[in-house]
């Protein structure tokens, strides 16, 4: 899968009307940032994170880029909240409660990445990288899951887990357009 590419992943552009007009955007491992791009174009205020000093380089031009190395360094939006947080082919486990957590009240998680089978058709096909049945699920529970999917994907084959969850915000229940 070639990720240098700016088309934003399809189940991001599904699910990007959950976000409100005026929610900041965080982008986790953003790349070259092209969900930063999709939100900016969108009129959203736009930070992405990223290890790589040439994936921050190309990120800066849609929005804040903070270069960190989020596995092996300290997380660096602690006590920060996001109207939505967008996360698509990443998957470091300790940091899912820190990626949860910064869903503001009212805020939405897309969140799509590989999962367990993906190791019979290609890359990644370490069980590090993979997600187990549920897994996704399992890491959202604070969160209301609008949508949710774990299957397989062809052109290119792979096995995804990917969800749109919306953290409570009031007593009513929000209504979130399907």
Same mark, same amino acid.
């Given at each position: 899968?070639?990720?240098?590419?700016?088309?934003?992943?399809?189940?991001?552009?599904?699910?990007?009307?959950?976000?409100?007009?005026?929610?900041?955007?965080?982008?986790?491992?953003?790349?070259?940032?092209?969900?930063?791009?999709?939100?900016?174009?969108? %009129?959203?205020?736009?930070? +992405?994170?990223?290890?790589? &000093?040439?994936?921050?380089? /190309?990120? @800066?031009?849609?929005?804040r880029a903070v270069l960190a190395d989020i596995e092996a360094g300290p997380w660096p939006f602690a006590g920060q909240r996001f109207g939505a947080v967008v996360v698509t082919n990443y998957l470091w486990r300790p940091r899912l409660p820190d990626i949860v957590a910064a869903v503001a009240p009212g805020g939405v998680l897309l969140y799509e990445t590989f999962a367990? %089978?993906?190791?019979?058709? +290609?890359?990644?096909?370490? &069980?590090?990288?993979?997600? /187990?049945? @549920?897994?996704?699920?399992?890491?959202?529970?604070?969160?209301?899951?609008?949508?949710?999917?774990?299957?397989?994907?062809?052109?290119?084959?792979?096995?995804?887990?990917?969800?749109?969850?919306?953290?409570?915000?009031?007593?009513?229940?929000?209504?979130?357009?399907?």
């Open positions: 899968m070639n990720h240098a590419t700016l088309t934003p992943s399809p189940w991001i552009v599904r699910w990007s009307h959950l976000p409100a007009a005026d929610a900041t955007v965080l982008d986790v491992a953003c790349g070259a940032g092209r969900h930063m791009q999709w939100f900016a174009q969108r %009129g959203h205020a736009v930070t +992405g994170v990223d290890r790589s &000093p040439e994936a921050v380089d /190309a990120a @800066g031009r849609f929005g367990m %089978g993906n190791e019979t058709v +290609g890359k990644p096909s370490r &069980p590090d990288f993979l997600l /187990a049945p @549920g897994e996704l699920l399992a890491a959202c529970a604070p969160l209301r899951v609008v949508a949710y999917e774990d299957g397989f994907l062809s052109a290119p084959e792979r096995f995804v887990q990917r969800i749109a969850a919306v953290r409570p915000s009031g007593a009513a229940p929000a209504r979130h357009p399907l």
